[in-house]
């Protein structure tokens, strides 16, 4: 069975920096593309970053220069690590694999970032 747990989200002032973490198992994820989508309430799902298996990144345009996305394919996982955080930030963060058109095959549960004024 395929699963990506996400870790590391919670609590945090802005201007603060947390590191997401999202370890795949069940099968290897080395030729896939993963990324990083998050959910505020009230809003729609939103892309926030994605890395090719050779490295390559894209970032949404809200988070260039302050989230880094990176991965060790050794050990299916991928990160995001988010500096500089703003309350605009606050959201539930979803780990993805393999993007097919709009969407992604793979997703996981979630994990949450709060934000604080």
């Known amino acids: 069975q395929v699963q990506l747990v996400e870790s590391g989200g919670g609590l945090v002032q802005t201007g603060g920096s947390l590191r997401l973490s999202c370890a795949a198992s069940g099968r290897t994820f080395t030729t896939y593309p993963m990324g990083w989508l998050r959910q505020a309430p009230g809003k729609e799902r939103e892309f926030v970053a994605l890395i090719t298996w050779s490295g390559s990144t894209t970032y949404a345009d809200s988070v260039k220069g302050r989230f880094t996305i990176s991965r060790a394919n050794a050990k299916n996982t991928v990160y995001l690590q988010m500096n500089s955080l703003k309350p605009d930030d606050t959201a539930v963060y979803y780990c993805?694999?393999?993007?097919?058109?709009?969407?992604?095959?793979?997703w996981g549960q979630g994990t949450q970032v709060t934000v604080s004024s």
């Open positions: 993805a694999a393999d993007p097919v058109g709009s969407t992604w095959s793979y």
